[in-house]
């Protein structure tokens, strides 16, 4: 099936798509790597950063998709696949979100200021180090960070089946 222009995701969705995901990647680098590149540099601002760009662009794309229609899934795409895969984009959506904000509030808890890139200063939650609520983004922080690996890789698989099994056009619409 062939599929034109306008079966694809619009040109502001494929963007946000590409940078979220880029960041995204870099960000469970950083994010696993922090202490064995601390020494080499600062890892931990970049992750701030890059942190607070992705909340910041993961809000405006969920804008986006409520207020832009996405192109149709193929009508050859099973039932299932279509319900797993409205399922994986809304996780990625929540953990776009949930993230970048408990991460925030991790590091509100610290003395460090938070900046954009050294260009200002983000300002910090009201939390206390060792409070509950540290505690808990640290850990929420820790665990839906890692979900993004297995969540990207089953992306991903889905996509190259669609894209180089299937041939079914569903790759082509992020293209």
Do not use: C
Not at 107 to 136: M, N, R
């Amino acid at each position: 099936m062939d599929y034109g222009r306008n079966e694809k995701y619009n040109g502001v969705a494929r963007l946000l798509h590409w940078v979220i995901a880029l960041a995204i990647i870099a960000e469970v680098a950083m994010g696993l790597g922090h202490e064995a590149w601390k020494d080499s540099f600062a890892v931990m601002p970049i992750h701030k950063a890059t942190g607070i760009t992705i909340l910041a662009l993961s809000l405006f794309r969920l804008y986006w998709r409520l207020s832009h229609k996405p192109p149709p899934l193929p009508s050859t795409v099973p039932g299932w696949q279509a319900a797993s895969a409205a399922a994986v984009h809304w996780l990625f959506y929540f953990l776009m979100i949930a993230v970048p904000v408990t991460g925030w509030l991790l590091a509100s808890s610290g003395k460090s200021p938070i900046q954009w890139f050294g260009l200002f200063d983000i300002p910090k939650w009201p939390v206390e180090k060792g409070s509950a609520l540290a505690e808990t983004a640290h850990e929420g922080h820790e665990i839906m960070g890692k979900l993004f690996i297995p969540l990207i890789m089953l992306h991903i698989g889905a996509a190259l089946y669609h894209g180089l099994s299937r041939k079914d056009g569903v790759l082509r619409r992020m293209l």
